[in-house]
C-alpha cells in the first residue's frame, strides 16, 4: 500500500496494484457518512474495433458499451439492485466515449457493498431471453434523448466534427444498432475489456484504507485470471478538417439552441501534456466568454444569450475539441459576434491581470468540487486513464503562463476547424 | 451550457440534475431532499432575520444561502419572480455585471448565484454563495467576511435610478425570464410535470410558476418594483444559513454589520397549503412532434410534512416508485419492457405524488393499466417484507447522505423552519423503521389519481 499525501488540500490517497493487475485507490474522506465506490473499465462507446489478443481484430455493433453495461445488473439469481437495497445502497453506472463505470454510494455496509461491486461486475449473466428484453429499455433511453434537445444539439455537432471517428456515433447506438446484439458479442466486449488490468477501483469517503485493500486483495485473490496482453483498438484515419462546417435539425423547442465549436487538428496527447492542453484551453475559454468577459457581457445586453450560454472543452487521447453556446433568440448572429471576438482576441492578447483572475478562479472551482466525492471518484479514473492525475490539476495551473495562453488562443481558435449545430422551433 | 450526459444505467442521476437547475420540476427530486435536521446548527435572531449556522470542517468551502419567503400569489408572483435576477447583475458598489463577476473571481472564483423556487404554495428568493475556505489556498487572505459583506451589499445595496431599480436591468431579466419561461418546452419531462400541475390545481396557487407570468413581466416598472422590495425585505421573514468551517459569532458579527435592513413587523405566512379532495379523476391528452410519449400520473396524498404520517408516506413512495427495487420500475420497466424510466416523485409542501415514465406512444393503456395496478396492489397490503426491508434501508441511507452536501443540509433545516415542524434525523430514521404494512396501506388508502397527463406525437387519436 503506497500513501501519496497533497498537503495544501490535506487530502491522503492510498494506492496499490493488485496481482492480476487491478489499480486501486483509497481516500479516506475526513467527517463524511457516506462512501462512494466507482469500478471502472477504460472501455467506452468509442472502442467499437479491436482485437482481442490472439484472435482476429472484430467490429461491434454501436451502443454495444453500454448495452453491456445495462446487462451486467443481470445475476443469475436475479437483479442486483436487490442485493444493494439490502444493504440501503443506491448503485448506478454510466458508460461515456472511453469509460464504462459502476458505482454505489452508502452509509453503512461499505465492505458489503464493495463486495457486491466486485463480484457483479466481474461475473456477467448474459442469456438470449433477457438480452431481448432489454432492447425495449434501451430502445426508450435512446427516444428520450432524441427528443432531448440539448443532447441533439450537442451531438450534433459532434457528428458535424469528425468524418470517421467513432466518438461521433450516440453512446447508446440506434434502436437498429441494437437489435444486431447477442449475448455472443456481449460475452466477446465483456472478455476483451473487463480484465482487471483494464480496470480501476476508486473508494472514497468514510472507509479505512488498510480494511479496503485487505477486501480487495481477498475478493481478487479466489478469482482466475490469466494474465491479459495488451487490447489493440483501431481506429480509422481522421481527417484534420471538419466533416461538415454547419447543420440545422427542427425539433419542437421555444427558442433556437446552437453549440458551435472547434476541432483540434492534432490529437494523440497523453499524461501532462494533456492535462496542460485542457486545463490551458479552459482558461482561454473562460477569460474570453466566462461571464466577466466583455464578450459575455455584451451578448447578455443584446439578449443574444441568457444563463444557458457556457463552453466546455473535451480533450481525449482520441480526439479533442471546444464547445460553446446555449439558447438564443438569433444563433447566427451569435455565432458571427462570437467568432469575431475571438478574431480580435487572437490579435489582442489576453491579459496579465485577466489570466490571472481566471486562474484563481479555476483552483477556487477545484477546491469546491473536492466537497463532491462523486466528483473526486469519477474524475481522478478519468484522468489516470489518460495518464495523468487530478491533484496535478493546481499545480499545473500555477505553472500555466500567459504566453502559453496567447499562443492556445492562436492555435485553437482556426476557422476551417470550426463547426456550427443548431437546433431550430418547428 | 448543459454538461456532457453520459448514458446511465438509472435515469435517477438525470432528474437530480434538473433538481439543482431551474424548472419547476425541483418539486419532484429524485430523493426526497427534505429529511434531515441537523441539531449543530447555531440559530440567532439579528433584526428579525433567522441566521442559522453550522460549522464543519467537512467541506474545503463555505456556503452562504439568504432566503426570502413570500406567499405564492397571483399579485406578488412576477414581481417577485423578477427580484433575485436583477439583484444578482449589479448593486450600487459593483454597477456592472462584468465589475461584480470580476470582484467574484478574484475571491477564488466564488460561486454566486440567484434563483426563485417554489416549494409548495410559497415562492422563496434565494442568494447563495459559495466561497472557497482559505486554510486550502496558498493565498491566505480572509475570504469569509469578503462573502458576506458581498451578498449583504447585493441584497441591501441595489442599483438604483430614479427612485427604482435599474431600468436597463428590469428590461433585460423580464425578457430572459419570459424566455425560460416559453422554453420550459424545450425539456419534455419537465414540461409534462408543469401542465399536469396547471391541470391538478387550476383553482389553486400551487399551478403557478415560480417564474411569474410572461405577459406580466414586461409590465413590471422599475420603480414599483424597488418599492415592493423595500417592503419584502422589512416585512417577510428572512432566513440566512451559513455552512462551513467557521466561528459562528464571526458570521453573526459579519451579518449584523452587513446586512442593515429596514424591518418592520414581520409577517407570519402561515404553512396551509391547500388540499382538495378529488371528485373526478382527469384525463389531458397533448400532441407535439415529439418521438416519445411522455406519462405522467399526478396524485393527491393529503399528507404534508407537518403530518405525523409523513414519514410513512416516504416509505410509500419508496415501495411504489421511489428505488429500483420499486413496483414501478420493476413492473413498467423490467418486467414489461416498457420504459427506460419509471418513478414516482413527492412534493410534500403541496400533498402530491407523481408518478412518471417515457414510452412508446402506443402503450399508453397498458402502461396506466400496469401502473394503476401498483396502486391498487399498495391498497390491498401486496407488499413483500423484503420490499419493506430495503426501501427502509434505502430511505435511512438516503437520509444520512444528505449530511455531506451543505446545500442538503440547508435545504432540509429551512423545510423545518418553512412548515413549523421540527424534526431530528434520527427521530425519522425512528419512525421510517417502525413503519408497519398497515401502516403503509393506511396511506394508501389516502392516495388519489387527480389527473392523467399524455404529451404525444401528432398522428393518431
Given at each position: 500500500m503506497e500513501q501519496i499525501r497533497h498537503d495544501q488540500i490535506n487530502e491522503t490517497i492510498y494506492y496499490e496494484k493488485m496481482e492480476n493487475g487491478l489499480d486501486v485507490y483509497v481516500l479516506p474522506k475526513h467527517g463524511f457518512s457516506k462512501s462512494y465506490a466507482t469500478f471502472t473499465t477504460k472501455y467506452g462507446s468509442i472502442d467499437n474495433h479491436f482485437q482481442i489478443p490472439g484472435k482476429d481484430p472484430v467490429k461491434v455493433p454501436d451502443g454495444i458499451a453500454h448495452f453491456l453495461e445495462h446487462k451486467m445488473f443481470e445475476q443469475e439469481?436475479?437483479?442486483?439492485?436487490?442485493?444493494?437495497?439490502?444493504?440501503?445502497?443506491?448503485?448506478?453506472?454510466?458508460?461515456?466515449?472511453?469509460?464504462?463505470?459502476?458505482?454505489?454510494?452508502?452509509?453503512?455496509?461499505?465492505?458489503?457493498?464493495?463486495?457486491?461491486?466486485?463480484?457483479?461486475?466481474?461475473?456477467?449473466?448474459?442469456?438470449?431471453?433477457?438480452?431481448?428484453?432489454?432492447?425495449?429499455?434501451?430502445?426508450?433511453?435512446?427516444?428520450?434523448?432524441?427528443?432531448?434537445?440539448?443532447?441533439?444539439?450537442?451531438?450534433?455537432?459532434?457528428?458535424?466534427?469528425?468524418?470517421?471517428?467513432?466518438?461521433?456515433?450516440?453512446?447508446?447506438?440506434?434502436?437498429?444498432?441494437?437489435?444486431?446484439?447477442?449475448?455472443?458479442?456481449?460475452?466477446?466486449?465483456?472478455?476483451?475489456?473487463?480484465?482487471?488490468?483494464?480496470?480501476?477501483?476508486?473508494?472514497?469517503?468514510?472507509?479505512?484504507?488498510?480494511?479496503?485493500?485487505?477486501?480487495?486483495?481477498?475478493?481478487?485473490?479466489?478469482k482466475q485470471y490469466g494474465s491479459q496482453p495488451e487490447i489493440q483498438r483501431y481506429f480509422d484515419k481522421e481527417p484534420i478538417g471538419v466533416a461538415t462546417p454547419?447543420?440545422?435539425?427542427?425539433?419542437?423547442?421555444?427558442?433556437?439552441?446552437?453549440?458551435?465549436?472547434?476541432?483540434?487538428?492534432?490529437?494523440?496527447?497523453?499524461?501532462?501534456?494533456?492535462?496542460?492542453?485542457?486545463?490551458?484551453?479552459q482558461l482561454?475559454?473562460?477569460?474570453?466568454?466566462?461571464?466577466?468577459?466583455?464578450?459575455?457581457?455584451?451578448?447578455?445586453?443584446?439578449?443574444?444569450?441568457?444563463?444557458?450560454?457556457?463552453?466546455?472543452?473535451?480533450?481525449?487521447?482520441?480526439?479533442?475539441?471546444?464547445v460553446i453556446g446555449g439558447d438564443t433568440p438569433n444563433p447566427e448572429e451569435l455565432v458571427k459576434q462570437v467568432t469575431e471576438g475571438l478574431e480580435q482576441a487572437k490579435i489582442t492578447g489576453i491579459s496579465q491581470k485577466d489570466f490571472e483572475l481566471s486562474k484563481k478562479k479555476k483552483i477556487g472551482a477545484f477546491?469546491?468540487?473536492?466537497?463532491?466525492?462523486?466528483?473526486?471518484?469519477?474524475?481522478?479514473?478519468?484522468?489516470?486513464?489518460?495518464?495523468?492525475?487530478?491533484?496535478?490539476?493546481?499545480?499545473?495551473?500555477?505553472?500555466?503562463?500567459?504566453?502559453?495562453?496567447?499562443?492556445?488562443?492562436?492555435?485553437?481558435f482556426q476557422m476551417e476547424q470550426r463547426s456550427v449545430s443548431m437546433i431550430k422551433p418547428v | 451550457?448543459?454538461?456532457?450526459?453520459?448514458?446511465?444505467?438509472?435515469?435517477?442521476?438525470?432528474?437530480?440534475?434538473?433538481?439543482?437547475?431551474?424548472?419547476?420540476?425541483t418539486h419532484f427530486p429524485i430523493k426526497e431532499r427534505k429529511i434531515l435536521n441537523q441539531p449543530a446548527f447555531e440559530t440567532a435572531t439579528i433584526d428579525q432575520m433567522n441566521i442559522h449556522v453550522l460549522p464543519t470542517d467537512k467541506f474545503k468551502t463555505t456556503t452562504i444561502v439568504v432566503q426570502i419567503e413570500q406567499q405564492l400569489k397571483e399579485e406578488t408572483l412576477t414581481l417577485t419572480a423578477l427580484l433575485p435576477f436583477i439583484l444578482k447583475r449589479g448593486s450600487a458598489k459593483y454597477p456592472t455585471t462584468k465589475e461584480l463577476r470580476q470582484y467574484l473571481d478574484s475571491l477564488f472564483g466564488a460561486v454566486f448565484y440567484?434563483?426563485?423556487?417554489?416549494?409548495?404554495?410559497?415562492?422563496?428568493?434565494?442568494?447563495?454563495?459559495?466561497?472557497?475556505?482559505?486554510?486550502?489556498?496558498?493565498?491566505?487572505?480572509?475570504?469569509?467576511?469578503?462573502?458576506?459583506?458581498?451578498?449583504?451589499?447585493?441584497?441591501?445595496?441595489?442599483?438604483?435610478?430614479?427612485?427604482?431599480?435599474s431600468k436597463n436591468y428590469v428590461r433585460s431579466e423580464a425578457e430572459v425570464l419570459q424566455n425560460r419561461i416559453s422554453s420550459l418546452v424545450d425539456d419534455k419531462i419537465r414540461y409534462a410535470n408543469q401542465r399536469?400541475?396547471?391541470?391538478?390545481?387550476?383553482?389553486?396557487?400551487?399551478?403557478?410558476?415560480?417564474?411569474?407570468?410572461?405577459?406580466?413581466?414586461?409590465?413590471?416598472?422599475?420603480?414599483?418594483?424597488?418599492?415592493?422590495?423595500?417592503?419584502?425585505?422589512?416585512?417577510?421573514?428572512?432566513?440566512?444559513?451559513?455552512?462551513?468551517?467557521?466561528?459562528?459569532?464571526?458570521?453573526?458579527?459579519?451579518?449584523a454589520k452587513h446586512f442593515k435592513v429596514k424591518r418592520n413587523q414581520v409577517q407570519d405566512l402561515p404553512f396551509a397549503p391547500i388540499q382538495k379532495k378529488v371528485v373526478e379523476e382527469n384525463l389531458i391528452v397533448e400532441k407535439m412532434k415529439v418521438g416519445q410519449g411522455k406519462l405522467n400520473i399526478g396524485c393527491r396524498t393529503h399528507t404534508t410534512l407537518v403530518d405525523d404520517d409523513y414519514e410513512t408516506l416516504l416509505v410509500y413512495n419508496g415501495i411504489l416508485g421511489g428505488f429500483p427495487h420499486s413496483k414501478l420500475f420493476v413492473n413498467v420497466r423490467e418486467k414489461a419492457s416498457l420504459a427506460y424510466y419509471a418513478v414516482s416523485r413527492l412534493e410534500s409542501h403541496k400533498g402530491i405524488l407523481m408518478m412518471m415514465s417515457g414510452?412508446?406512444?402506443?402503450?399508453?393503456?397498458?402502461?396506466?393499466?400496469?401502473?394503476?395496478?401498483?396502486?391498487?396492489?399498495?391498497?390491498?397490503?401486496?407488499?413483500?417484507?423484503?420490499?419493506?426491508?430495503?426501501?427502509?434501508?434505502?430511505?435511512?441511507?438516503?437520509?444520512?447522505?444528505?449530511?455531506?452536501?451543505?446545500?442538503?443540509?440547508?435545504?432540509?433545516?429551512?423545510?423545518?423552519?418553512?412548515?413549523?415542524?421540527?424534526?431530528?434525523?434520527?427521530?425519522?430514521?425512528?419512525?421510517?423503521?417502525?413503519?408497519?404494512?398497515?401502516d403503509v396501506v393506511k396511506i394508501a388508502q389516502k392516495i388519489e389519481v387527480d389527473t392523467i397527463y399524455f404529451l404525444r406525437d401528432e398522428e393518431g387519436n
Open positions: 439469481d436475479g437483479d442486483v439492485f436487490n442485493e444493494f437495497a439490502n444493504n440501503g445502497a443506491s448503485a448506478n453506472a454510466f458508460t461515456s466515449f472511453e469509460r464504462t463505470a459502476y458505482l454505489f454510494s452508502s452509509t453503512g455496509h461499505v465492505k458489503e457493498n464493495l463486495t457486491i461491486l466486485l463480484n457483479f461486475v466481474q461475473d456477467p449473466h448474459f442469456t438470449d431471453e433477457n438480452v431481448e428484453k432489454e432492447k425495449g429499455i434501451i430502445g426508450q433511453e435512446i427516444k428520450m434523448y432524441d427528443d432531448n434537445a440539448d443532447w441533439r444539439v450537442y451531438f450534433g455537432l459532434i457528428e458535424n466534427m469528425y468524418h470517421n471517428h467513432p466518438v461521433k456515433i450516440d453512446i447508446a447506438g440506434t434502436i437498429n444498432s441494437i437489435s444486431q446484439i447477442t449475448k455472443e458479442t456481449l460475452y466477446t466486449c465483456y472478455e476483451t475489456f473487463y480484465h482487471p488490468s483494464n480496470m480501476l477501483l476508486f473508494v472514497v469517503g468514510a472507509v479505512q484504507p488498510e480494511e479496503i485493500f485487505q477486501l480487495v486483495r481477498e475478493n481478487q485473490a479466489q454547419n447543420s440545422v435539425r427542427e425539433m419542437s423547442v421555444a427558442m433556437p439552441k446552437v453549440m458551435f465549436g472547434y476541432k483540434e487538428k492534432k490529437a494523440g496527447l497523453h499524461g501532462k501534456d494533456l492535462l496542460q492542453q485542457e486545463l490551458t484551453t482561454v475559454l473562460d477569460i474570453l466568454l466566462g461571464p466577466s468577459s466583455d464578450i459575455y457581457q455584451k451578448l447578455y445586453e443584446q439578449g443574444l444569450i441568457n444563463d444557458t450560454f457556457g463552453t466546455d472543452y473535451s480533450c481525449e487521447t482520441q480526439y479533442a475539441f471546444s477546491l469546491r468540487s473536492l466537497n463532491s466525492i462523486e466528483f473526486i471518484a469519477n474524475s481522478f479514473t478519468k484522468y489516470k486513464f489518460n495518464g495523468t492525475d487530478l491533484f496535478q490539476i493546481v499545480p499545473t495551473l500555477e505553472n500555466i503562463t500567459v504566453e502559453q495562453a496567447n499562443q492556445r488562443l492562436k492555435d485553437h | 451550457m448543459a454538461p456532457f450526459l453520459p448514458h446511465l444505467k438509472l435515469h435517477f442521476r438525470l432528474i437530480e440534475n434538473i433538481n439543482w437547475t431551474i424548472m419547476e420540476i440567484t434563483d426563485v423556487i417554489k416549494k409548495g404554495e410559497k415562492q422563496i428568493i434565494q442568494l447563495q454563495l459559495e466561497i472557497a475556505n482559505e486554510k486550502y489556498l496558498s493565498d491566505t487572505s480572509p475570504l469569509l467576511q469578503k462573502g458576506i459583506e458581498f451578498l449583504g451589499e447585493i441584497m441591501t445595496n441595489p442599483l438604483i435610478q430614479d427612485n427604482g431599480f399536469v400541475t396547471e391541470e391538478m390545481c387550476k383553482e389553486e396557487p400551487y399551478r403557478l410558476l415560480s417564474y411569474g407570468k410572461a405577459e406580466e413581466l414586461s409590465q413590471v416598472d422599475p420603480a414599483q418594483l424597488y418599492t415592493y422590495y423595500q417592503q419584502l425585505l422589512a416585512e417577510n421573514p428572512i432566513d440566512i444559513y451559513i455552512v462551513g468551517d467557521v466561528v459562528p459569532d464571526d458570521v453573526k458579527d459579519g451579518i414510452i412508446e406512444i402506443d402503450k399508453f393503456e397498458q402502461a396506466v393499466d400496469i401502473m394503476k395496478k401498483q396502486l391498487q396492489l399498495m391498497k390491498d397490503g401486496t407488499i413483500s417484507d423484503q420490499e419493506m426491508a430495503q426501501t427502509k434501508a434505502t430511505l435511512v441511507n438516503q437520509l444520512l447522505e444528505t449530511k455531506d452536501n451543505a446545500r442538503t443540509i440547508i435545504d432540509f433545516s429551512y423545510n423545518s423552519q418553512l412548515s413549523g415542524k421540527k424534526k431530528t434525523v434520527e427521530g425519522m430514521i425512528e419512525k421510517i423503521k417502525s413503519t408497519t404494512i398497515d
